[in-house]
């Protein structure tokens, strides 16, 4: 009798099932009432009474060990059978939560819309630039206060180096590569050392536009701004033109739109003026064309610039800068319709 528990003992070990058809023959074959076990047990009795504890214990470790390796085998078999790498399938799905584009991103693809409609095209440029492109080449006098250290953020070991203040670089380094007809927009990220508040920050970003060809004349430059104020805010949208000064611009101005809020009758948002300023802008100065390579006697230009922000805050009525960098998910949600 115990050769043959060795025997089965040694057997149960080998044992393998493919299906679930072959796990149950092996079952019925070691462990049903008819089982090779619960035949050993019946013949038990027949056990002489000095070997029945030896025995008994022999028949109980191989009962155990049967019992053990099948239910091993039904587990294996079921998680490489189910296909599903341990996923749970039967789960619900549950709603994916989309990304909304950020709100400064809606209104500068929207700015570049407008204008490439009007037949403008994207320029790039560095944020980290030099003097050159940011001030000398667009006429700023050496001790221009732009230049202070206050406003400016320079990169202490390189004078010359700093992080630009405006895009009006981008248009300097266009002009020195091209010869007109020059027709872009440059949108992108600028630097001021300011203090952060709800009103300033030390970047934000920017839209400008140039345009040089022969015969540009302040006209074109204030028709296309109507063009942009209207389309960017409502056909209602009337625009004013202040004269103002920039050192790259000759003449400049900044212009104003009718508040939006109030339609021109004047309300706390614009100060009871009826208007709200949303931009700068000008003819290009002959002496920004020269030192950008552009013979200043056969062409003329206009340039203009903008605040993302600032335009930002007029059509969704934004009363703090800082949101826009705070990645505050429930000020950004906001913004999904306008995706
Ligand atoms: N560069 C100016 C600024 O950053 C904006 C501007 C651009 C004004 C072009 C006039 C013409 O404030």
Redesign the pocket.
């Known amino acids: 009798m115990l050769a043959k528990i060795e025997q089965l003992l040694q057997e149960i070990d080998g044992l393998t099932a493919h299906s679930a058809e072959e796990l149950e023959a092996l079952r019925i074959k070691y462990l049903s009432k008819k089982g090779a076990i619960n035949e050993l047990m019946a013949d038990f009795r027949s056990v002489p009474a000095e070997q029945k504890k030896e025995v008994g214990m022999k028949l109980n470790e191989l009962k155990n060990k049967a019992q053990e390796r099948i239910a091993a085998l039904k587990e294996a078999f079921e998680s490489q059978d189910n296909g599903t790498d341990g996923l749970d399938l039967t789960r619900t799905a549950y709603p994916v939560e989309l990304g909304t584009r950020h709100p400064l991103s809606i209104v500068r693809n929207e700015i570049i819309n407008i204008f490439s409609r009007l037949g403008f095209t994207i320029a790039d440029g560095p944020e980290v630039e030099d003097d050159w492109h940011v001030f000398s080449s ?1 006429n700023f006098p050496e001790d221009h206060p732009a230049r202070d250290m206050q406003d400016t953020f320079f990169i202490e070991s390189h004078p010359d180096i700093l992080l630009r ?4 670089s981008v ?1 300097s380094r266009v002009m020195e590569v091209s010869q007109p007809p020059i027709r872009v927009i440059c949108p992108g990220r ?1 630097y001021r050392n300011e203090a952060i508040s709800y009103r300033a920050h030390c970047f934000f970003h ?1 839209v ?3 345009y040089i060809d022969k015969n540009v004349s302040f006209t074109d430059l204030k028709q296309v701004l109507l063009q942009f104020a209207q389309e960017m805010f409502g056909p209602e949208t009337k625009i004013r033109l202040r004269p103002s000064y ?1 050192p ?2 000759e003449p ?1 101005a900044e212009m104003d739109i009718s508040c939006d809020i109030c339609g021109g009758k004047g309300c706390p948002f614009c100060k009871y003026t009826g208007w709200v300023e949303i ?4 003819m290009v100065d002959p002496a920004v064309l020269e030192a950008n390579g552009i013979d200043s006697k056969v062409y003329t230009g206009y ?4 605040g993302v922000e600032r335009i930002t805050n007029l059509k969704y009525k934004v009363k703090d800068l800082r949101m826009f960098s705070e990645n505050d998910t429930r000020f950004l949600k906001e913004f999904e319709a306008a995706n």
Do not use: D, I, P, Y
Request: hydrophobic residues 40%; negative net charge.
């Open positions: 667009m203040t405006h895009t009006s248009q600028v920017q400008e536009g140039l920039f790259f611009t400049s931009l700068g802008c000008g340039a203009f610039g903008m």
